[in-house]
């Protein structure tokens, strides 16, 4: 799909949704059947090409248009669905997504999308597949003409029409459908300019009218935020459409250029440091993790959910940055290492492929940790740096697979990453280095708890001096001149043992 226009009235007392979206497409191949999603209990009314009213066969949340246009192979075509009823509440959002329809303090509805599990045809018909982009999105929203509405990219216009207002939100750069979300309530505005990478950004910022003192403070964080981030990934990737920090009635979630956030307006996370050290006080968690996919999973898409990885790795890493960035970088590989208590190594972090199933919640914590191996494996910070802001380059607007990203680090750090990436992210054991001295100048050394093939180089202190070594899951040998104490650099994600 190339564009799409929803266009949709949304009826807070009846907790339901009318409209319709038009989509622009180019014909792949000649062919008359043309899939779009939408679940129940949402109902399509009617799907037009030209004028002229089309047949639909209906599949659970498939529906099948037959088009009677002659396809052209090339050809840019449009077609409107039209479409309403009351969509599925979420009851646990944003992981058990849908709308949610809530009351702020002063009795005003409060009312947002979250559908990134659940997908986008929860509430409005799409092409439900994160490997389909529009390059662009026009979205607008009616609404009771008391509330606001807040979606992605720009606020073109607003039009009054009599008991309701109607909020017209431009997205010119592409994204993915998980992202596109409406936001509904007493909202108020504040906006500074940043001066970033690219130029002035827009940050702007929509909170419920009685919490904009206090996140005048609190949101502070997101030009922190934007700080870091842009030193370790590069430019924001859409400033032609704004950064925003939304408020929401749930937790919080990547929104692409709408972040939407519901933390309270406290540090951690829900008050909470995930890490354990202390450092994970120093932040909000939600404006930091979830505006860092702006560059990990907005910027960067996964084609296939079953590498989410790419999502939820590098943006669990870039808590770390942040605080590497803002407090130095212990204080980042402190927190790295103290999020260990979280991993389960119990399943591998990628899923399985084309059946919309996600790897284990590893991909957070270990996969932090994971990316922070490869830090120490580089050993040189601007290198690294380099290749963070280069992913963010080389993939711009793109949605990709893991074996692109797994290429293109093997490929900057010089080294084949192959069996590294299938141990850590395909396979679920946590390798060991195993190892012990044969006599007073012998160090015997092997990976164990891995794949056959695992030969990720280590760090090792022995005594004063530091070694790399790189073993293999046969034993080595290290000629030392005296046998001292060894200790693995605690900043590899690995485990140890000495055979004695
Ligand atoms: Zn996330």
């Not at 997908?119 to 982009?133: L, N, R």
């Not at 509405?149 to 607003?158: A, C, E, H, I, T």
Request: net charge negative; proline share 4%; aromatic share 14%.
């Amino acid at each position: 799909m190339n564009y799409y226009h929803l266009d949709i009235e949304v009826f807070p007392d009846s907790k339901a949704i009318s409209g319709s979206n038009t989509v622009r497409y180019r014909v792949l191949e000649e062919n008359q059947i043309l899939q779009i999603d939408l679940q129940e209990p949402l109902k399509i009314v009617e799907v037009s090409q030209d004028g002229q009213k089309l047949e639909i066969r209906n599949e659970g949340a498939a529906h099948f248009i037959s088009l009677k246009k002659k396809q052209e192979r090339g050809a840019f075509e449009e077609l409107t669905i039209i479409y309403e009823g009351q969509p599925k509440e979420a009851v646990r959002p944003p992981w058990d997504g849908g709308i949610t329809w809530q009351k702020d303090e002063n009795g005003n509805h409060f009312i947002a999308s979250s559908n990134q599990g659940i997908g986008s045809s929860i509430w409005w018909p799409s092409k439900d597949h994160p490997a389909d982009e529009v390059d662009s999105m026009l979205i607008s929203v009616t609404v009771p003409k008391d509330l606001m509405n807040v979606s992605n990219g720009r606020l073109r216009k607003v039009e009054k029409r009599g008991k309701t207002k109607t909020y017209h939100w431009f997205v010119s750069n592409p994204i993915n459908d998980y992202g596109v979300n409406v936001n509904i309530g007493d909202y108020v505005h504040f906006s500074e300019k940043y001066p970033g990478e690219k130029g002035e950004l827009d940050m702007e910022y929509f909170v419920l009218r009685n919490n904009l003192e206090k996140a005048k403070v609190h949101f502070q964080d997101a030009r922190r935020m934007m700080e870091a981030f842009e030193h370790w990934f590069g430019p924001y990737p859409f400033y032609e459409d704004s950064y925003k920090l939304v408020e929401a009635p749930y937790l919080g979630m990547e929104h692409q250029s709408s972040v939407t956030y519901g933390n309270g307006y406290q540090n951690g996370y829900r008050g909470t440091d995930l890490s354990g050290t202390g450092w994970g006080m120093k932040f909000d968690f939600i404006i930091i993790h979830e505006s860092g996919h702006e560059w990990f999973a907005n910027n960067i898409t996964y084609k296939d959910v079953a590498d989410m990885w790419i999502h939820e790795s590098f943006t669990n890493y870039s808590e770390s940055l942040f605080l590497d960035y803002h407090y130095g970088k212990e204080a980042g590989q402190e927190y790295v290492r103290g999020t260990r208590t979280r991993i389960e190594n119990k399943l591998p972090i990628i899923g399985r492929y084309s059946v919309n199933s996600r790897g284990s919640g590893d991909m957070y914590y270990k996969g932090g940790n994971i990316l922070n191996t490869l830090r120490e494996i580089v050993n040189d910070d601007e290198k690294w740096r380099s290749i963070l802001r280069g992913l963010n380059a080389e993939f711009y607007h793109q949605t990709v697979t893991t074996q692109q990203v797994e290429e293109y680090i093997s490929d900057r750090i010089g080294l084949d990453l192959s069996s590294f990436f299938d141990q850590y992210l395909r396979n679920s054991a946590l390798p060991v280095l195993e190892y012990f001295y044969s006599d007073e100048q012998t160090l015997n050394y092997r990976w164990t708890n891995c794949i056959a093939s695992f030969d990720m180089p280590v760090d090792l202190e022995l005594g004063e001096t530091k070694v790399r070594v790189i073993p293999n899951t046969k034993w080595n040998q290290l000629k030392v001149s005296q046998k001292t104490e060894v200790t693995v650099d605690p900043d590899y994600y690995v485990g140890s043992f000495i055979l004695r």
